[in-house]
């Protein structure tokens, strides 16, 4: 069965420091990939996406960035985080039928001081 | 584009109570339609899904009817417990893109 790992799962940085978040999916291949970020109390906000290695689709500009360098690998990164960047970060993955259920890690928490 | 709209939250109902919480979308052709549920401090976990018009999804006693004429997908349980504590999300799938559009979430609280 396929499976989604984040990690860390809780992350506490100052402002200014640079950031990685990774995500891998076991037991699959070849799978649709998406960052998102959940504010306090708000709904998914779709960062980025990607169909394939090394092809990525950016949502919304900002400080963040994200690479695919494996088939089943998706990180997110920044060089400088801002206070802003604070929030709940989610990747998730599905198949490439629009009927396809998409499936989400367990999260990672970032407080940025 | 796309859109999913959901009734504002937060509903607060009493164990056993019946519950209803409103989606409505906008999209062009036929998108999935999925209810999703997050649990304090999870990812988001699948409820129930239905792909085409007149679908009826469920699951743990949730259901909901995909309903083209009034682009509607209402999430419905008969008696909620106190361990359906959670956000829920309307989501849909459009085909033909990759995106998946997700409603604000409805926070539901049972009380005992």
């Known amino acids: 069965s396929q499976t989604i790992h984040q990690w860390p799962a809780t992350l506490v940085q100052p402002v200014g420091s640079p950031l990685s978040l990774e995500c891998t999916v076991e037991?699959?291949?070849?799978?649709?990939l998406y960052w998102y970020r959940q504010a306090a109390g708000r709904g998914l906000q779709l960062l980025f996406y990607?169909?394939?290695?090394?092809?990525i689709s950016s949502e919304v500009p900002q400080n963040l960035s994200a690479s695919r360098p494996q088939d089943r690998q998706f990180i997110l990164s920044s060089k400088k985080l801002l206070l802003s960047d604070s929030g709940f970060y989610l990747c998730?993955?599905?198949?490439?039928?629009?009927?396809?259920?998409?499936?989400f890690g367990p999260g990672t928490r970032l407080t940025v001081l | 584009g796309d859109s999913v709209t959901q009734m504002e939250g937060p509903v607060t109902l009493s164990e056993e109570a019946f519950l209803t919480i409103n989606c409505t979308y906008t999209?062009?052709?036929?998108?999935?339609l999925f209810w999703y549920v997050q649990y304090p401090g999870e990812g988001l976990q699948l409820l129930l899904k239905?792909?085409?018009?007149?679908d009826k999804g469920s699951n743990k006693g949730f259901e909901a009817t995909y309903r083209k004429e009034t682009t509607s997908f209402h999430l419905e349980k008969g008696s909620v417990q106190v361990s359906d504590s959670a956000v829920y999300f309307c989501?849909?799938?459009?085909?033909?893109?990759?995106?998946?559009?997700f409603g604000t979430g409805t926070r539901l609280k049972v009380l005992a």
């Open positions: 998730a993955w599905n198949g490439y039928q629009s009927t396809d259920t998409q499936y």
């Open positions: 999209a062009t052709g036929y998108p999935s």
């Open positions: 239905a792909t085409k018009a007149d």
């Open positions: 037991g699959t291949s070849n799978p649709n």
């Open positions: 989501a849909l799938s459009a085909s033909g893109t990759y995106k998946y559009i």
């Open positions: 990607s169909v394939g290695i090394g092809q």
